[in-house]
C-alpha cells in the first residue's frame, strides 16, 4: 500500500524528502550509511539461505590526491545466492522494491536501502551503479544501471554475461563521501557487526590501504526464521483494518490468471471483448458461471472493463454501504471509485465477498497459534459469533475485536520461529572473543510481541580483563544490525541508564561492557536510517527485565571477586607486616630464633 | 648523696628496658603460638583524662583501646608500634639519645613507613601510654631546648662522657637541658631554692645580678610553656635535692598557666606521672600585683578573656590562688609582663619583688 502512495512522486524527489530519515544528509553520514545497506543486503542474502557468508567491503578513493569529500568507489562482494538476472534491474533500480515484507525477521525492511544508496552515488557523481550476480557460480550477469529519475524506470546502460568463479553478488557505486570523518564510524560498524554475526567472515580494506579482517568465529549459522502470521496480542485497530482490507483483497485478486478464466467462462475469442459484449454475456450466464470465474465476470462488470485490462486493476475497498467501489487504474495511474448496480446479478454475490471471512477461519487462518476451538472461544469472550463476517463489523465492533484480542489471556505465546536471535552460546562466543572479559553471562528472553509483532531480546554482559573502558560500554544491536548513531534516543540506553547499578555493586567507572540484541519482524525504529529504536513498553520491559537477570549474576560475581580481593588485600598486609613484628619481638624478647608465624599467615591467606 | 643518685639514673633505664622485654615476650608468645599479638593502649580521648586530686594532675581512666594485629586497618601502626618499642630498647640499651625527628627517619630503614613526622610522634605517645614512660625515659628527646644556670653538679652517664663532672655556675649563658643532662645524676648542690622564669631575658638578667647567689638558687629558663625534658628536670631537682620550686611568669592569663602545667601537668600528658612538681609554687606576676606594683600594663585580647573562661572551667582553678588571679583578671582586663617593672629601673625586680616573693613563698 505504502508503494502505491510513493509511486505518486518520483523518486528523485522521494530521495530529497527522506534523504535525512534515510541517512543520506551529509557526505560523512552517506559514506556510512551506503556502506551499512550494501553489507546488510548480502548478510541478509546469505541468512535467508543457510549460507555462511564472507563479505568484503572496499572503499577506493577515484582520486587519492583530492581533499576530503571526495569521490570514492564503494564496492561490497558477498557469497550469497544473487539476484535471478530478471530482477536485477528491478531490485537495483527502483525505490521500495524488496523481497522482505513477509512476516520474517531481516535486516532489510523498507526495500529502499540499496536504492537510495545507488540514487545518492548517481546523485553526487553522475556514475552508474555496477552489479554483478551469479545464482549459479557458473555465469554470471554485469549490469550497468543508472535510474532514470523522472519515470522511476532502471535504465541499463550495459548488460553481459560471463563465467563466474563463484555464486554471489558484488555492487560497486561511485559516491561523494568524506573518509577522513566517517572512518572511525564504519570501522567500528565493521567491528560490531562481525561480533553479532560470529559465523560470517567480513573484511574491510580502507582507503589508506589498511585491511581490517574479521574470521568467523562459529562455523555453523543459527536456524534459518521462517515466515509467519502475527500473534493477537497487541494488534492494534489500524492493524485489524488493515488485515481485514488484506483478506478481502485476495479473494478479490485480479490477478492469477483472473482476466483468462473470464475469456474462457464468457466463450469470448480474445480479451479485447467490450464492456458492452462482457456485460451482457455475464448477465446471461450468471448462474451457470463457476464459483472461479465469478470474481473477474463480477469485477469485470462493476468497473466496466474489458477481461484484458483486469490485471492493471487493484481493488482496494468495496464499500456494501455506500454501493461503492474504489481501486487503482493501472492504465490510467490513478485511483478511482464505481458506483455498484443493485439490479445486476453480480450485486450480491460482491456483497458476499465484501462481507469478508467468517471470524473463525479469519482468525485461525491470520494470526499464528490460534486454532478453530481457541477461535471459537475467543468469539465468545468477545461476544461475537463465530461466522460473523468479519467485513460487516462497524468501527465499534473492530475496536472490540481489538481490544478483545488483547485482553483475551487464553492465546499462547508468539512464536518465535520467525525471528531469528543469535543464540545464547554464539553470543556467548562472539563475546568471549572479542571483548576476553574476567566475566560473562549472556541471556535470550522468552519471545513477547509488541503491535502484533513477536521480538526476542538477547543480551550479554562482560566485566573486566581485556575491557580497558572506564564506566558502561553498550553495543546495540537490532535484527544483527550494530545501531551506532542517535544512541542518546534509544531505548536500551534509557533501560540502562535507569538501572540502580550501585545496587548490584557496580561502582564508579567499571569496565563493563553490555551487549543488547533485539529481534523481531519489525523493529520499531525512531527513523529509516536505523539507528535508533523507539520505546515500546513491551520491548522496555523486556530490556529491563533481561538487563536485571544479568545484573544479578555480575553482582554475585562482584560479591565473590570482592571478597576474594579483600582477602588477597590482607593475606599481602599479613605477609608484609607479621615478618616485621616478628623481627622486632624476636630482638626485644631477647631471643635468637624468630617465632613459627608462617602457619598462620597460610591460614589466615586462605580463609579471606 | 652521689651514690644515691646514680643508682636511680639506672634504675630508670632498667625499669624501661624490662618493660620492652616484657611486651617483646608477650608477642612473641602469641606468634609462636599461631596467635596474633595486640597492644593495649591507655585511651587518650577527652572522656577518658580525668583529674587525679590524690595526685594533683591530670590522669587516665581506666578505658582503653586494643590495638590488633589480626585487624588489617590497625596492622600498619601495629608494626609501627612495635617497631618503635625495638628502636626504644636499642636506644636505651646503647644509652643513644634521638630527637623526635630522628624517629621519623631511622623508621625508613626497616621498612616501616610513617607518613609524616606527625604519624611518628603520635606513636611515639603510644608507646609512652603504653609503658606509661614518658619518652625521655627511652632517649628521646624533643628539640626544643631551655637552659639553668646554678650552683649545681652533675655526673653524665652518656657514652663517652660517663663518670664526668660538671658544675653548671660556670658558664654565664646557662646550660642547655638536653638529652645528657636529663640523663646526668645530681650529685650536689648548694643552692635551697629553684626559680623557674618564663623568659630567657629575665634569665639573663638574674645569671647577671647574680640571683644564684644572693638567693641560693639554682634558675631554670622554661623558654615558654616548659618542655618535658624541663619538667623532668624541675622534678628530680625538687625530689632528689628537696630543694623547693618557685615560678615565675608574665602576669597573664598563660603566664598562669605555665606555672600550672609545671605544678600538675598537662592534659596532653596524662598519661604520664613523673613530670609534675605539685609542690612548686607559683609566685607571680599575678594579677593583683599588676595594681599593688603599680606595673604598666596592655589591654586583654578577647583570645585573653576566652582562655581565662576556659580555665575556670578546669578543677584545678577552682580554688584558691589560681582562682582568685583569673577573676581579678577578669575584672581588670589588663595584664603585665615580667620586664614591666624595668620602668622601676632594670634591677628593681631583683632588688625589690623578687626578695618579697621568695619571702611569700616560704610563708605559703
Ligand atoms: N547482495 C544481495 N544478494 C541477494 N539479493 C539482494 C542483495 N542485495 C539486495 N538484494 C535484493 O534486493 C532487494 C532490495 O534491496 P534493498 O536494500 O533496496 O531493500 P531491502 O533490503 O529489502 O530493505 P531496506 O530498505 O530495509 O534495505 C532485497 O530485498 C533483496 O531481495
Ligand atoms: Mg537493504
Known amino acids: ?608 | 648523696m652521689a651514690k644515691k643518685a646514680k643508682s636511680r639514673a639506672s634504675k630508670t633505664q632498667k625499669d624501661v628496658l624490662d618493660l620492652l622485654r616484657k611486651h617483646g615476650s608477650r608477642i612473641y608468645d602469641d606468634l609462636d603460638h599461631g596467635r596474633f599479638p595486640n597492644f593495649e593502649i591507655p585511651s587518650r580521648s577527652v572522656g577518658n583524662i580525668v583529674y587525679d586530686t590524690k595526685l594533683r594532675q591530670y590522669v587516665l581512666g581506666k578505658s582503653a583501646a586494643l590495638r590488633s594485629s589480626k585487624n588489617t586497618s590497625q596492622l600498619r601502626s601495629f608494626t609501627q608500634l612495635m617497631w618503635l618499642a625495638f628502636f626504644a630498647n636499642r636506644l636505651t640499651q646503647e644509652k643513644k639519645s634521638s630527637t623526635l625527628r630522628d624517629v621519623y627517619y631511622s623508621s625508613q630503614a626497616f621498612a616501616i613507613d610513617f607518613d609524616d613526622q606527625s604519624e611518628s610522634d603520635n606513636i611515639i605517645v603510644d608507646l609512652e601510654a603504653v609503658l606509661a614512660k614518658p619518652r625521655e625515659a627511652m632517649h628521646i628527646f624533643p628539640e626544643e631546648r631551655s637552659s639553668v644556670f646554678g650552683d649545681l653538679d652533675i655526673e653524665y652517664t652518656v657514652p663517652g662522657y660517663e663518670g664526668k663532672r660538671m658544675n653548671l655556675s660556670n658558664h654565664p649563658d646557662g646550660y642547655a637541658i638536653g638529652p645528657s643532662l636529663t640523663s646526668a645524676e645530681l650529685v650536689g648542690t648548694s643552692a635551697e631554692l629553684v626559680i623557674a622564669v618564663e623568659k630567657g631575658g629575665l634569665f639573663t638578667r638574674f645569671v647577671e645580678e647574680q640571683v644564684d647567689k644572693k638567693f641560693k638558687s639554682i634558675i631554670v629558663d622554661t623558654g615558654g610553656q616548659a618542655p618535658r625534658s624541663t619538667r623532668t628536670l624541675l622534678k628530680r631537682l625538687h625530689d632528689e635535692l628537696s630543694l623547693p620550686v618557685i615560678i615565675l611568669t608574665d602576669g597573664d592569663v598563660y603566664g598562669e598557666h605555665i606555672a600550672m602545667v609545671i605544678k600538675s601537668g598537662s592534659a596532653n600528658a596524662a598519661h604520664l606521672r613523673e613530670l609534675t612538681v605539685p609542690d612548686a609554687k607559683w609566685v607571680g606576676v599575678w594579677a593583683s600585683d599588676i595594681e599593688r606594683y603599680d606595673l604598666p600594663t596592655i589591654p586583654m585580647t578577647d583570645s585573653d578573656i576566652k582562655r581565662c573562661h576556659d580555665l575556670q572551667k578546669d578543677p584545678r582553678y577552682s580554688h584558691g590562688i589560681w582562682k582568685k588571679e583569673l577573676e581579678v583578671f577578669l575584672k581588670i582586663k589588663r595584664k603585665a609582663e615580667l620586664e614591666a617593672f624595668s620602668k622601676y629601673g632594670l634591677t628593681n625586680i631583683t632588688d625589690r619583688y623578687l626578695p618579697q616573693k621568695i619571702e611569700l613563698a616560704r610563708s605559703l
Open chain 1, 1 to 608: 500500500m505504502a508503494a502505491e502512495r510513493f509511486n505518486q512522486i518520483s523518486p528523485s524527489e522521494f530521495f530529497y524528502r527522506n534523504r535525512d530519515l534515510a541517512g543520506f544528509s551529509n557526505p560523512t553520514r552517506s559514506l556510512y550509511t551506503a556502506v551499512r545497506e550494501f553489507v546488510e543486503n548480502s548478510l541478509d542474502a546469505c541468512d535467508q539461505r543457510g549460507i555462511l557468508p564472507s563479505v568484503r567491503l572496499v572503499i577506493r578513493a577515484e582520486d587519492p590526491e583530492a581533499r576530503d569529500p571526495r569521490t570514492y568507489v564503494l564496492t561490497v562482494h558477498d557469497n550469497g545466492p544473487g539476484v535471478a538476472v530478471e530482477h536485477v534491474p528491478l531490485a537495483f533500480g527502483t525505490v521500495l522494491y524488496g523481497s522482505k515484507f513477509g512476516l520474517k525477521q531481516a535486516r532489510g525492511m523498507f526495500g529502499l536501502g540499496a536504492t537510495m544508496a545507488i540514487l545518492y552515488g548517481q546523485i553526487t557523481t553522475n556514475k552508474p551503479v555496477h552489479v554483478s550476480s551469479s545464482t549459479d557460480g557458473k555465469t554470471k550477469d554485469t549490469f550497468e544501471i543508472l535510474l532514470d529519475i523522472q519515470k522511476n524506470k532502471p535504465v541499463i546502460l550495459k548488460h553481459a554475461t560471463s563465467k563466474a568463479r563463484q555464486r554471489g553478488l558484488s555492487v560497486s557505486i561511485t559516491l561523494e563521501g568524506d573518509y577522513s570523518k566517517a572512518g572511525s564510524k564504519i570501522r567500528d560498524y565493521v567491528y560490531q557487526t562481525s561480533l553479532i554475526t560470529p559465523y560470517a567472515t567480513i573484511s574491510f580494506e580502507d582507503p589508506k590501504g589498511e585491511t581490517f579482517r574479521y574470521d568467523r568465529i562459529l562455523k555453523s549459522m543459527p536456524p534459518p526464521p521462517t515466515v509467519i502470521n502475527p500473534h493477537p496480542h497487541g494488534v492494534d485497530v489500524e492493524t485489524i483494518r488493515r488485515m481485514i482490507l488484506e483478506s478481502r483483497r485476495d479473494l478479490v485478486s485480479t490477478g492469477n490468471g483472473a482476466a483468462d478464466r473470464l475469456v474462457r467462462a464468457l466463450g469470448l475469442k480474445n480479451g479485447d471483448a467490450g464492456y458492452d459484449v462482457v456485460a451482457r454475456r455475464v448477465a446471461q450466464r450468471w448462474k451457470r458461471l463457476s464459483p472461479a470465474a465469478r470474481l473477474p465476470a463480477a469485477l469485470a462488470t462493476a468497473l466496466k472493463c474489458s477481461p484484458r485490462d483486469l490485471p492493471e486493476m487493484t481493488i482496494h475497498d468495496i464499500d456494501v454501504a455506500d454501493d461503492t467501489i474504489t481501486y487503482h487504474d493501472g492504465i490510467a495511474g490513478a485511483a478511482k471509485t464505481a458506483q455498484l448496480d443493485r439490479r445486476q446479478p453480480y450485486y450480491s454475490y460482491l456483497e458476499e465477498v465484501a462481507a469478508g471471512e467468517p471470524l473463525q477461519s479469519f482468525l485461525t487462518a491470520r494470526f499464528q497459534r490460534v486454532g478453530p476451538r481457541t477461535a471459537e472461544r475467543f468469539a465468545k469472550f468477545a461476544a461475537f459469533k463465530p461466522e460473523r463476517r468479519i467485513g460487516t463489523l462497524d468501527n465499534r465492533e473492530l475496536v472490540r475485536l481489538s481490544d478483545s484480542l488483547q485482553a483475551y489471556g487464553e492465546f499462547l505465546s508468539p512464536d518465535p520461529s520467525c525471528l531469528a536471535p543469535l543464540g545464547q552460546e554464539p553470543l556467548r562466543r562472539g563475546m568471549a572473543k572479542f571483548f576476553e572479559p574476567d566475566f560473562l553471562s549472556v541471556v535470550m528472553r522468552s519471545a513477547s510481541a509488541y503491535s502484533g509483532f513477536p521480538f526476542v531480546v538477547e543480551m550479554g554482559i562482560a566485566y573486566g580483563g581485556g575491557i580497558q573502558t572506564r564506566g558502561i560500554k553498550a553495543y546495540r544491536f537490532a535484527n544483527r544490525i550494530p545501531l551506532l548513531y542517535d544512541e542518546g534516543s534509544d531505548v536500551v540506553l534509557k533501560v540502562i541508564n535507569d538501572m540502580d547499578w550501585n545496587r548490584y555493586k557496580v561502582k564508579g567507572e567499571a569496565p563493563l561492557v553490555i551487549a543488547t540484541h533485539i529481534c523481531s519482524t519489525r523493529i520499531p525504529y525512531k527513523t529509516v536510517g536505523k539507528e535508533n529504536v523507539a520505546d515500546r513498553p513491551e520491548i522496555e520491559r523486556e530490556l529491563r527485565l533481561g538487563l536485571q537477570f544479568l545484573a544479578r549474576k555480575l553482582s554475585s560475581y562482584m560479591s565473590r571477586r570482592g571478597k576474594a580481593e579483600a582477602a588477597k588485600k590482607r593475606a599481602n598486609l599479613y605477609a608484609k607486616y607479621i615478618p616485621l613484628v616478628s623481627q622486632f619481638c624476636t630482638e626485644l624478647a631477647g631471643r635468637k630464633a624468630e617465632p613459627k608465624y608462617a602457619a598462620m599467615l597460610k591460614l589466615e591467606g586462605r580463609d579471606g
